[in-house]
């Protein structure tokens, strides 16, 4: 992918909600194949962020592209059906249908098949099914009801399930959250090694620092509505900046001066 | 000009009997979220008490003490009904909670009949209110101008009530975050209680202020109960200022629609609730509700197709059924045909509400309107039987595109109102309509041809086209279309996510179960030789309902075994007893609170259990989870 056209452009996106500027002229963008993480404060924008990216919430004014495509405004199943893929902060799936009927459901979505009245769904790409559940470590629990699963392999099937339509771009809203350390690290890992493979670009919102440090090629911070900053886990993690907002200047210029070392 | 006045001040005074029940039904569904289905039933025996007091207490302190006393009455047969049925529902599913009250409205229409009898009664007039005012020209009776102050006042201290008093902060409390408020200490049965004593203290002081207007009759909580679901839509559910507001709208609408459409005049109610539902989903001073649907159901079973040899089970069993004419006499041939077409029926509302999540209320419109489409082409156009079996369930296709595309802007208990006052317009205008549908009176005489003439050959038919129609809709379960309807079902946030039109998908649901149930319907109007509203009338379509929840409302196969079981039970009880809503009222609650999972799914559970119960294994390795049949 070149620099001229980058997977994803968002340009000046800006919204308000009556006299409140929760989101202000943010532009970003994404290459093919990189990870992205968007974080900030608890209010920062984020969510609103993400909401316009993904079609759940229309910008006032400002520019999303996919490969040079507008975006702006669209629905979240058109928005998909251009190859944008997500998984949701709280998963969402079926829960009375069996894992594997989860990801056929996708598939019939991909497959155009949504008003076939008389095929058989249960043999619908079962064995394209079966690979992305081994793909993300579910294979040996295709045959389980939904609603029974522990919440990280929820948090998995949801990886599987937005896999299904080859996305070019995958969405992660706080893919790590409520879920134990040890889970956090495995599924980012997946994540972040299927995304090398397939060439997929990811943008994800996170609070766990260590997450974000260690899985992400770029971060960009937004602070009241602003992006603060941009640049590599490194470069954002020695911007003042960015100390400031996560951890108050006081404390930082008292932890300097104990330790005499950054922070 | 004077007569357009006094046309808009009648509307204003039906207006305040409509806000007070709509009220009531607002209050009790933002604190408890039931639909509270009953709410007719109490203001028609709100009505009834009344009209028994007033008779008893003379003077104008006996008959206001009267009307207040009523409602008193009431509001504590209501606290019993919030004690005994209430409290064991308050966390079954919607569906469950409608059906249960539905329950309890029959059982209410038996009893009033048994202890005030048939017929309508005349009360006394209103003391101090008798006469009328003259308006230029027009006259306007004295009782109307008291109603029309009334709502506003009633409005007014209903406002002071819910801001004003610690009792009032506590139910909007609760009204937004009910868990919340449990956590913070207060005592949520008493809570619950309260607000529905004060929902059915209102439901029912409406009932008695109607008694110098209008005669009692034990039909008039259906009546009420339709329009107030359409000012609660309208209004937005859970707003009081929407139910008076709306209360007026749909009031004036009446009112000013008898003038332009004298015969149908709920058409004009109709497109008014149309047009809101399009612009304002959740109603004119309702909130959006990002309500967390549940399933329908209360497990997770995951649903397989039969296996070979439930196919082999299956098929020997049409092969049984097929042979019933070799033994048995025309009465149970009649009987049998009559519970196919039941089949039918409750098949194609199985296929809405279990397999989509969308439980009709009105589903009988559609069956309905498949044996009026008969009706018409062979009564009318005089077309062969075949041609009429082919081409009538078009109509109840045609109704359910009309109506189903507005029903599936809603989902939950506002789908289940909405199909409901939709049935009940069809069966007002097929009601109405006489120079079209013969009214009341029907349309007579469709009787088979000569081929399906005897009861045996027309049994065949009937058995035949319920098991195309069962397989057809089966197949239909484990077809894409079918994953991708359960899909919308359990999580519209998921199936938008990934590309699934989730409207456009029900809606074609709601047009295949419309289409199916006209399919029963037209059989229906031949094994009949006859049309009659009833056929699209609530009763109808609460039977349908009732077939799935007996059958179980989680499986895919209940609908077959419900019906069958629901109908053989009925037709045996309505030539045991007269009091036949009696009866099926307590039948429906008791399936509710004891027996939710219906036949199919106690016997699967049963099933399940003996499996479990064989092997040692330990509960760490992964089971082979047991499928629904």
Not at chain 2, 134 to 149: E, K, M, R, T, W
Not at chain 2, 563 to 568: D, N, R
Request: hydrophobic residues 55%.
């Amino acid at each position: 992918m070149s620099v001229a056209s980058p997977l994803l452009a968002v340009e000046g996106l800006t919204k308000s909600y009556g006299g409140i500027h929760a989101v202000r002229g943010v532009s970003f963008s994404l290459r093919a194949g990189e990870i992205l993480a968007l974080i900030g404060p608890n209010g920062a924008g984020k969510s609103t962020c993400f909401d316009m990216l993904n079609g759940q919430n229309k910008p006032d004014t400002g520019h999303v592209r996919l490969l040079g495509e507008e975006i702006t405004g669209r629905k979240p199943r058109e928005i998909w059906r251009m190859g944008v893929g997500r998984t949701f902060q709280i998963t969402a799936t079926f829960a009375t249908m069996t894992v594997r009927e989860n990801v056929q459901v996708a598939l019939i979505s991909h497959g155009k098949q949504l008003f076939n009245l008389f095929g058989s769904a249960p043999k619908f790409d079962r064995a394209e099914a079966g690979r992305l559940l081994e793909l993300v470590g579910m294979g040996g629990y295709a045959d389980r009801p939904c609603g029974e699963l522990a919440y990280g392999d929820l948090k998995r099937l949801e990886l599987a399930v937005a896999l299904a339509n080859q996305p070019k771009l995958l969405l992660m809203d706080e893919p790590t959250a409520g879920m134990a350390p040890r889970e956090r690290v495995d599924l980012m890992r997946l994540t972040a090694q299927i995304a090398r493979e397939k060439s997929i670009g990811v943008l994800f919102t996170e609070h766990d620092m260590d997450v974000v440090f260690e899985h992400a090629d770029r971060i960009i911070v937004l602070n009241r509505g602003t992006l603060i900053a941009e640049g590599t886990p490194a470069e954002v993690r020695g911007n003042p900046q960015v100390q400031a907002v996560y951890l108050g200047e006081g404390l930082v210029y008292d932890a300097r001066h104990r330790e005499g070392a950054s922070v | 000009m004077a007569f357009y006045v006094v046309q808009f001040l009648t509307g204003l005074a039906s207006a305040a009997s409509l806000f007070l029940v709509a009220s009531g039904l607002s209050i009790i569904f933002g604190v408890t979220r039931i639909v509270n289905f009953a709410h007719g039933a109490f203001y028609m025996i709100g009505a009834y008490i009344a009209f028994t007091l007033t008779e008893r207490l003379s003077g104008a302190f006996g008959f206001w003490g009267s009307i207040v006393l009523a409602a008193l009455a009431v509001a504590l047969i209501g606290v019993l009904v919030e004690m005994v049925l209430l409290r064991r529902i308050y966390h079954a599913p919607e569906l469950f909670q409608l059906l249960a009250t539905f329950g309890l409205t029959l059982m209410v229409e038996d009893l009033v009949v048994l202890i005030w009898g048939p017929d309508d009664l005349v009360g006394r007039r209103a003391p101090g209110f008798k006469g009328a005012v003259d308006f230029f020209g027009q006259n306007i009776p004295s009782y109307d101008l008291f109603l029309i102050a009334l709502g506003p006042v009633v409005l007014g201290i209903l406002w002071l009530l819910f801001q004003r008093t610690r009792w009032g902060v506590l139910v909007r409390a609760a009204t937004q975050d009910r868990d919340m408020v449990a956590a913070l200490g207060v005592n949520q049965k008493w809570l619950f209680t309260s607000v529905f004593a004060v929902g059915v203290f209102l439901a029912a002081l409406g009932g008695a202020l109607q008694i110098p207007r209008d005669a009692v009759h034990h039909a008039m909580d259906l009546r009420i109960i339709v329009e107030v679901f359409v000012v609660v839509v309208i209004g937005g559910l859970g707003s009081i200022v929407g139910a008076f507001v709306a209360a007026v709208l749909v009031s004036e609408l009446n009112a000013f629609g008898i003038l332009i459409f004298p015969k149908i005049s709920i058409i004009l109610v109709f497109l008014v609730m149309a047009v809101v539902l399009i612009v304002r989903p959740w109603g004119l001073f309702g909130k959006p509700e990002a309500a967390a649907r549940k399933t329908p159901g209360l497990t997770v079973n995951p649903w397989r197709p039969l296996t070979s040899n439930e196919r082999l089970a299956s098929l020997a069993a049409l092969v049984v059924a097929a042979m019933l004419p070799l033994f048995a006499g025309n009465y149970a041939l009649t009987v049998g045909s009559e519970i196919a077409i039941f089949v039918i029926f409750a098949v194609s509302l199985h296929f809405l509400m279990s397999v989509g999540g969308l439980a009709s209320f009105g589903h009988a419109a559609y069956f309905g309107l498949g044996a009026y489409g008969v009706a018409f082409l062979a009564k009318m156009a005089g077309l062969p039987m075949i041609v009429c079996l082919l081409l009538g369930p078009l109509l109840g296709c045609m109704g359910a595109a009309v109506f189903g595309f507005f029903a599936v802007q809603l989902s939950g208990v506002y789908f289940a109102m909405l199909t409901l006052a939709f049935a009940q317009i069809v069966w007002s205008i097929a009601f109405q309509w006489v120079s079209v549908t013969g009214g009341d009176n029907g349309i007579l005489g469709i009787w088979p041809e000569k081929w399906a003439a005897s009861p045996s050959h027309f049994y065949w038919l009937a058995l035949g086209v319920a098991a195309l129609v069962t397989i057809a809709l089966r197949a239909m379960v484990f077809s894409p279309f079918g994953y991708a309807l359960r899909a919308t079902r359990d999580s519209l946030l998921r199936s938008e996510a990934i590309g699934i039109n989730a409207k456009r998908i029900q809606w074609t649901a709601f047009v295949i179960a419309g289409t199916t149930a006209g399919i029963g319907g037209a059989l229906f109007a031949y094994l009949k030789g006859s049309v009659f509203p009833d056929n699209l009338g609530i009763s109808l379509s609460v039977d349908a309902l009732v077939m799935v929840l007996l059958g179980g409302v989680e499986t895919v196969s209940g609908a077959v075994v419900g019906a069958i079981v629901y109908k053989a039970l009925n037709i045996w009880l309505v030539s045991q007893t007269d009091l036949s809503k009696l009866v099926l009222g307590g039948f429906i609650m008791l399936i509710v609170v004891v027996f939710p999972k219906g036949i199919v799914g106690v016997l699967e559970m049963l099933a399940q259990r003996r499996r479990k119960a064989s092997p040692p294994g330990s509960p760490l390795i992964a089971k082979p989870i047991e499928s629904a049949e």
